[in-house]
């Protein structure tokens, strides 16, 4: 019979889209890597979709986003990192399409056990053009998946 160690998450991942609701999912991702004693992976892509149409990819943006982003949820990072039940707190920005790289970049790489992820409002046109990062991330991967509205 399995225990509460065998069936607890020991990688968490959460996805960050910049949003306002990534603290949120953030906070809700901290208290579950706390819960399980598991590290906690904190990922970002930077949607090169987006560069790409200023028509010239402007590859001086991006230490500035980078920077941005980890600046916003630094008091948060800081929180995990002082969390004794949390043994590892990562944070990983890359630039790219947010789908493959989230999955082929970050996710094929780190194997978690547990992906959050916030339940964007997209609105409907942009939906059914390309659909949504928790629809794909059930799709396309082999772990738990856990969508905080």
């Known amino acids: 019979m399995a225990t509460q160690n065998d069936l607890g998450y020991k990688k968490v991942f959460v996805s960050l889209d910049g949003t306002e609701q990534q603290d949120k ?9 706390a819960n399980n004693g598991a590290e906690l ?6 949607d090169s ?11 001086d943006l991006i230490p500035g986003m980078d ?12 929180k995990a990192e002082e969390n004794p039940d949390i043994p ?3 944070v990983q920005v890359k630039t790219g399409r947010v789908r493959e790289t989230l999955k082929d970049d970050m996710l094929d790489t780190i194997k978690p056990d547990l992906v959050l992820c916030g339940a964007r409002g997209l609105s409907s046109i942009k939906y ?7 629809t794909f991330l ?11 509205k």
């Not at 059930?138 to 905080?148: A, F, H, P, S």
Request: overall charge negative; hydrophobic content about 50%; some cysteine.
């Open 88 to 90: 590892k707190v990562e």
């Open 128 to 134: 059914a053009l390309l659909g949504s990062i928790s």
């Open 49 to 59: 979709t987006v560069l790409e149409t200023a028509g010239t990819y402007p590859a």
């Open 67 to 78: 920077k941005a982003f980890r600046d916003s949820i630094e008091p948060l990072v800081r």
């Open 25 to 33: 999912v953030l906070e809700r991702a901290i208290v579950v890597a």
């Open 138 to 148: 059930l799709r396309n991967t082999e772990c738990d998946i856990l969508v905080v």
């Open 41 to 46: 992976y904190i990922g970002h892509v930077i």
